[in-house]
């Protein structure tokens, strides 16, 4: 920390009970009170220095000059600022810091110590050491600090707006082209073991310095001074992350409700790892605003899960409506970088309905979806056989929100007081494009099936109407056409895709194998082709017998689907039972005379038996009869 030494005679003040006494053999003939101290001093010291006193005494010289009395109640930094005054004005020595610079500086302007009263008086002194220390981190953020004890005359004089403009400078800067000393960097080593002091060096290179590392020292100040900072490195030109970086850092440090980790354990109302107590909550919900309004807009810049903490701790502290808006504004534009976790917000209201704030996420989602719509092409309806199986799909942010909705949707979907309206109106927000896939929401609609038993069956088909059944994998389906929970209708919808697909699959591969057996070289080399002639002909023939066995598995494939549609439609119309109507379909459980049937021919064909329960996408199987997607 600097330093600057001024005066030369020894200390000759002593501290009596209340009463600071100047020893230097002559009475006192002038009494300074301050505060409950008073200071017996000399008349001729203090008028060759202060202006004020030489007004004061004036004032008073028509009476008693043995009993000069007088009342500095108010002169900044108190009677510590004064006892330093009256020192500098003996001559006694006193060393300048910047634990004291700012209120000394005050007081001297309060006791108007100008060049008028003597060259090289106290004025100018602070001020010459204060520019000395603006070109330094360490002592320019104890300065700023100090502002706090005098502030309105710390800003009448402008050391406040000076620290703040150097400290911004700084933070903006490249800290590896300047020299001044960062917190806790004023003596650093070298790998090599080469001592470093204010960045200076011939042997060595200093320490890279990330660009947090102002987050620290700055974490000390008082929310109106940060703020202010936070304005000034704006104005400077610093990238909005690096903003963003700052303000996590001072909101991790005080706010204390917005980790999980931080919640009041015990009674005890102090900050984790701090002796310094935690504000109140109206405290807390005035800094929570703050911060918010001082995020950047960008988009990205802030990450997302901080967001959504950031709303679960303004919900917690009854923030202002128009803050919540702000926050549920910045995660709409970014729900794509949420996760679902961070989704989960407890529902805090007063009239407590759902476990979950179901509401918060709709609003999230509308502001998602609004701005989207201006930003994103209309995405294409179709879906190739390639997605149906299995296939990789391009990850939109559509998409991404999407996936993210579906489960969120089979998270809350257990809650049995969530009402099927709420259910439908957050699934139905999101595009049929923008899922490749229905699996997602068919398991939250069977979870809230499965939860909600009681639904009649009008509204069990209302809620699945929002998937498509043409969009649900193999596994997907195969689950679907043995769920009790859904309606007969839809059962039948996805059998019948089932079947068109399985007919649109093999009459691709039969087209692909008949052009394959009618191909032939009608030009080319002649040579080379009579060369090939008897290979052609072998391959032709085996070609053929092949084609011909898939044209009768075809044909009976289609007689097979046929009599199915017939016998689908017959109970349709006659309403059996569901039993019956699931044996009809061959859905019932298959013997064991059948297993081993099974196995003996994957034995002969060299494959495994299948599996007798679903297998889902990479080993997803069905628990307790939901569909696990």
């Given at each position: 920390m600097a330093c600057m030494k001024l005066g030369s005679k020894p200390d000759v003040f002593h501290l009596d009970g209340q009463t600071w006494l100047c020893s230097s053999g002559l009475p006192s003939d002038v009494i300074i009170e301050v505060g409950e101290l008073s200071f017996h001093l000399h008349k001729f010291p203090l008028l060759s220095r202060s202006g004020l006193l030489e007004t004061l005494m004036g004032e008073l010289s028509g009476g008693d000059e043995n009993k000069c009395v007088l009342h500095l109640h108010d002169i900044p930094g108190g009677p510590r600022a004064l006892l330093l005054v009256a020192k500098f004005c003996y001559g006694v020595k006193i060393e300048l810091s910047a634990s004291n610079i700012v209120s000394l500086r005050c007081a001297a302007e309060y006791m108007r110590m100008t060049e008028e009263h003597g060259e090289g008086n106290l004025i100018v002194q602070t001020e010459n050491f204060l520019n000395e220390i603006f070109g330094n981190w360490t002592d320019s953020i104890k300065v700023l600090e100090n502002c706090e004890e005098v502030?309105?005359?710390?800003?009448?004089?402008?050391?406040?707006?000076?620290?703040i403009n150097s400290l911004a400078m700084k933070a903006c800067a490249d800290p590896s082209l300047f020299s001044w000393p960062m917190a806790g960097q004023s003596a650093r080593q070298s790998p090599e073991g080469t001592a470093f002091w204010n960045g200076i060096c011939t042997t060595a290179k200093p320490h890279p310095l990330s660009e947090d590392w102002w987050y620290d020292d700055v974490c000390f100040l008082r929310l109106p001074l940060y703020r202010r900072l936070i304005q000034a490195v704006e104005m400077g030109g610093m990238k909005p992350d690096r903003i963003a970086g700052s303000l996590i850092h001072y909101a991790k440090r005080h706010l204390s409700l917005l980790c999980r980790q931080s919640s009041l354990q015990n009674g005890n109302r102090s900050a984790p790892g701090t002796t310094i107590s935690v504000p109140s909550d109206a405290d807390q919900r005035n800094l929570l605003e703050e911060l918010v309004e001082l995020l950047p807009d960008q988009k990205g810049v802030t990450p997302t899960n901080f967001l959504l903490r950031l709303l679960r701790t303004s919900m917690i502290l009854h923030a202002s409506p128009s803050c919540r808006e702000n926050l549920e504004k910045r995660i709409g534009a970014q729900l794509d970088q949420a996760v679902l976790e961070d989704l989960l917000i407890p529902n805090m209201g007063y009239s407590v309905e759902t476990l979950y704030d179901i509401d918060c996420i709709q609003r999230i989602l509308d502001h998602f979806m609004l701005l989207d719509r201006d930003s994103t092409d209309c995405a294409s309806n179709f879906v190739d056989e390639g997605q149906l199986m299995g296939g990789s799909h391009p990850l939109t942010p559509m998409t991404m929100v999407a996936n993210l909705v579906d489960g969120y949707l089979a998270e809350v979907a257990p809650d049995v007081n969530l009402k099927l309206p709420k259910f439908q109106s957050l699934a139905a927000v999101i595009p049929e494009y923008a899922r490749p896939l229905d699996d997602g929401i068919y398991r939250a609609i069977d979870i809230y099936l499965k939860a909600h038993p009681w639904l009649t069956d009008s509204e069990r088909e209302q809620i699945c109407r929002l998937m498509n059944c043409q969009k649900l994998s193999l596994e997907a389906s195969t689950h679907a056409a043995q769920n009790e929970r859904l309606p007969l209708r839809v059962i039948v919808q996805v059998l019948f895709f089932e079947q068109l697909r399985l007919r649109t699959s093999i009459a691709g591969w039969f087209f692909v194998s008949d052009n394959l057996g009618n191909s032939q070289n009608p030009s080319g080399n002649l040579t080379l082709a009579r060369n090939e002639a008897s290979i052609q002909t072998g391959t032709a023939q085996d070609q053929t017998i092949a084609v011909e066995s898939m044209r009768e598995k075809v044909s009976e494939l289609e007689k097979e689907c046929l009599n199915m549609r017939e016998e689908i439609e017959k109970l349709v119309k006659t309403k059996g039972s569901w039993n019956a109507i699931l044996k009809k379909l061959?859905?019932?459980?298959?013997?064991?005379?059948?297993?081993?049937?099974?196995?003996?021919?994957?034995?002969?064909?060299?494959?495994?038996?299948?599996?007798?329960?679903?297998?889902?996408?990479?080993?997803?199987t069905q628990k307790n009869g939901e569909f696990e997607g």
């Open positions: 502030l309105q005359q710390a800003e009448e004089l402008h050391i406040v707006s000076r620290c061959g859905f019932r459980v298959k013997s064991k005379s059948c297993e081993a049937k099974v196995s003996k021919k994957c034995i002969n064909t060299k494959q495994s038996p299948p599996s007798t329960e679903p297998q889902m996408n990479g080993g997803k």
